[in-house]
């Protein structure tokens, strides 16, 4: 996936081991992990740290998948997309600020048009 200047996205994937000694410790010294006494989420955008790591065997739950996340999965993998949307929304602020002033200028310049509209109607 790429973006419209060609840079590659960054794709997230989350994660699931069973909670083990090995897979606990490998999640504490990850940036979005989840740890239960049953199971261990992470969520990251290099899996080739997984692969590399001692906690095999795991899977990939695909977004069609997360159906059968409980609520507090869910909330806990939303809190991760907020921080990731956040940090994205700081690096490309300059980039967001012109595209809502542009929106508000043509935002202006049709209701200008429509007040000049219904103008020549009366």
């Not at 419209?4 to 909670?19: D, H, I, P, T, V």
């Not at 996340?69 to 806990?76: F, I, P, S, V, Y």
């Not at 991760?80 to 809502?100: P, R, S, T």
């Amino acid at each position: 996936m790429t973006t419209n200047k060609g840079k590659k996205k960054k794709q997230y994937n989350l994660c699931a081991f069973n909670s083990t000694e090995e897979s606990v410790e490998f999640a504490t010294k990850q940036r979005f992990s989840r740890i239960t006494s049953e199971y261990t989420l992470i969520y990251t955008d290099n899996t080739n740290i997984i692969d590399d790591s001692v906690c095999q065997p795991y899977i990939i739950i695909k977004e069609s998948e997360t159906g059968c996340l409980t609520d507090e999965d869910r909330d806990w993998l939303l809190s991760c997309n907020i921080v990731i949307i956040a940090e994205e929304a700081v690096k490309h602020k300059e980039l967001i600020l012109n595209g809502m002033s542009d929106t508000i200028k043509k935002l202006e310049k049709a209701l200008e048009a429509e007040k000049q509209n219904l103008s020549d109607n009366e």
